[in-house]
């Protein structure tokens, strides 16, 4: 019995050590990966713009960056990394770049809210690997149409749209612009024909071209383009200071069409320590003067919301976009 007892101790003891070897071993390989969160950042950072330079997203980005790495102590870059209706670049930072804090992407909400409805065999998912680091700023949206046409209101196109069903085209540059236009199309009873652009630039440029006939813009790209276009309806409660004349949607009974929101968004499972730091830096650019200034050429409304906020706003256009595209019986492609 005795030897029993001495020898379940001893096995007890050989078992506590190998359990205190292995919560130290633990220990010790956590070690690095919490003093490189606390250590936060060590080595410059990275904003991923998913589309091309002198878009929306990559100017609010470089506007940004100087100050972040201010706040931060480290250099901040932007990258553009465009393609495939942003799929590439969002894909990059979700799937590729490590989760430790030192890539982020600038992103369009609508745009995440989006990709799952319309992008087939898409190899990441938006809403979960890309969770917001914070909101950023909002945009007013408009429907545009080439000063060429000779609609020149929303009331006109839509007379002039149902008395030529299946004569007018729209663009889309983006599966968020083609969900918009369901909404304005369907609530308004239209037959229009959907024309696909891969890149904002061409798409914009056909639009104050007259080869399409309207289109979604931002505010900023209807101040490019001036008397090339006459905007029909704004998003937002209220009018357009420089459009006194313009009807909002919720006016013209389209209350749900609406404006573009963006957001800074970070690989899921980064460090909270690393998280709380970019938030602030972010926060700081996003305080200061030259960039409220610079946003507000841009016609862009800072925002500033949480991540938790943010998420928020995201599951929202998720919900409203999904029960459009099921509505419509839109597929992913």
């Not at 001495?6 to 190998?18: E, I, T």
């Not at 071993?25 to 956590?30: D, I, T, V």
């Not at 276009?229 to 409660?237: R, S």
């Not at 919900?319 to 595209?325: E, L, S, T, Y």
Request: glycine share 8%; hydrophobic share 45%; proline share 8%.
């Amino acid at each position: 019995m005795g030897y029993t007892r001495k020898s379940g101790c001893a096995a007890w003891s050989g078992a506590a050590a190998v359990a205190a070897s292995m919560v130290l071993g633990a220990a010790g390989a956590l070690a690095p990966i919490m003093a490189g969160a606390q250590d936060f950042p060590n080595k410059l950072v990275r904003i991923v713009v998913p589309n091309s330079a002198g878009t929306i997203l990559d100017l609010l980005s470089r506007i940004m960056a100087p100050d972040m790495a201010k706040s931060l102590g480290q250099a901040v870059i932007v990258e553009n990394r465009p393609g495939a209706n942003n799929i590439i670049g969002l894909e990059y930072v979700a799937k590729q770049a490590p989760a430790d804090g030192y890539t982020i992407v600038t992103a369009t909400v609508s745009v995440l809210a989006t990709l799952p409805l319309l992008a087939k065999d898409l190899r990441f998912d938006p809403h979960n690997d890309l969770p917001p680091l914070i909101g950023l700023v909002d945009t007013r949206s408009t429907l545009s149409a080439s000063a060429k046409m000779p609609y020149k209101n929303f009331r006109d196109m839509v007379t002039y749209a149902k008395a030529n069903p299946g004569k007018l085209n729209y663009g889309d540059p983006s599966p968020a612009v083609r969900l918009v236009m369901e909404i304005i199309l369907r609530e308004s009873g239209l037959d229009v024909v959907r024309v696909p652009y891969a890149a904002a630039g061409p798409y914009q440029q056909a639009v104050a071209g007259g080869e399409i006939q309207m289109g979604i813009l931002g505010e900023a790209a209807v101040a490019t383009w001036g008397d090339k276009i006459n905007v029909l309806a704004v998003t937002g409660v209220s009018r357009l200071p420089s459009l006194p004349n313009t009807p909002t949607f919720a006016e013209l009974g389209l209350p749900q069409v609406p404006g573009q929101s963006t957001s800074m968004n970070i690989r899921a499972g980064t460090p909270r320590a690393a998280t709380e730091k970019l938030y602030a830096a972010a926060v700081f650019a996003l305080s200061q003067p030259e960039v409220k200034a610079q946003f507000t050429k841009l016609q862009s409304d800072i925002s500033i919301e949480t991540p938790e906020v943010a998420a928020k706003k995201l599951a929202q256009q998720a919900k409203m976009f999904g029960d459009v595209a099921k509505s419509a019986g839109i597929q992913p492609q």
